[in-house]
């Protein structure tokens, strides 16, 4: 899979505000990947094949991140699939999407850092009644282990520099931030 994002050009070099708030000097443009569906479409199934024992009958996935992956990863498990979306700033269910009682969901994100947006994804998720069943991410990226209360799984784990925005030698050195994902 690390083969698939070098491939698809989705390792960017760089000064990044991630949507964590801290910064990067490497960023994982996962939406270079779903430039080609084929890429999609393997990515997808390799993520469903992870969780399809947890027999998810909805995939959701944030806004933007996990739009396609929730529908390639849904499709190939024969479940729903729908996103949440933030409006005012908070993670909503909108679109008329609707969430039945105990309905199992499996949470899916491009790139999981802090795993903020995936529990955000998760008390949307609980607030509708749901159960989340388990979560999966393209990329883990993550320094700490996340705080997750079910399995989590991933298809590639990359230590990548992480800094805070008040420690960061990029900012010393005036290398420009660039903000290439999706949350304001």
Known sequence: MLDLLVQ???ILEGHFLLSSGKHS???IQCAKIFERPNY??????????KIAHHEPHVVIGPALGG??????????????????????GQMKLRR?????????IAIVEDVTTTGKSVL?????????????????SIVDRSIEKLSFDVPFYFLVKLELPIFEPDDCPLC???????KPGSRK
Request: glycine letters at 8%.
């Open 40 to 49: 999609g479409e393997k990515i997808g199934k390799a993520i469903a094949e």
């Open 25 to 27: 000097s490497r960023y």
């Open 96 to 104: 008329n999407f609707h969430i039945e009682r105990g309905e199992r």
């Open 120 to 136: 955000e994804v998760a008390e949307v998720v609980q607030k509708h009644g749901g159960i989340v069943c388990c979560i999966a």
């Open 67 to 88: 739009v396609i992956l929730a529908y390639e990863v849904a499709r190939h498990l024969n479940a729903r699939a729908m996103f949440t979306e933030r409006e005012d």
């Open 8 to 10: 698809a050009g989705a």
């Open 172 to 178: 010393r050195q005036n290398v420009p931030l660039i």
